[in-house]
């Protein structure tokens, strides 16, 4: 079964940086090259929000207004894994990140995986 895993998140203080990671488990070939890979966040006790989403080509980049700035996503067109690079974060930024693949009227392609904790504290 094909499920993106999250990895690269941990404890950092404001500030710092955190680079993150996904990449699509239980296959062995591009399956999501069509697809816009995006990174999404959850807080506790707030919805999941987008963060920032790549197009299919890998030029085409959006954020959300507190992204803007201070995080950069990439991705990897012949593994499907998608990047996040955050710097200067702050400890709004503190919550679990996902990663998933959407088609081009934004639904969500797959089921969330397990998210890398992210942790703004000094």
């Known amino acids: 079964q094909v499920q993106f895993v999250e990895s690269g998140g941990g404890l950092v203080q404001p500030g710092g940086s955190l680079k993150l990671s996904c990449a699509p488990s239980g296959t062995s070939r591009s399956i999501f090259g069509r697809q816009t890979l995006g990174w999404y966040r959850q807080a506790p006790g707030n919805q999941r929000e987008l963060v920032a989403t790549?197009?299919?080509?890998?030029?085409?980049?959006n954020y959300s207004d507190f992204a803007k700035g201070r995080f950069t996503i990439s991705r990897d067109g012949a593994t499907d894994t998608v990047y996040l690079e955050m710097n200067n974060l702050e400890p709004e930024d503190a919550a679990v990140y996902y990663c998933?693949?959407?088609?081009?009227?934004?639904?969500?392609?797959?089921?969330w995986g397990q998210g890398a904790q992210v942790t703004v504290s000094s």
């Open positions: 790549v197009g299919s080509s890998g030029i085409t980049t």
């Open positions: 998933n693949a959407s088609y081009g009227d934004g639904t969500i392609v797959m089921g």
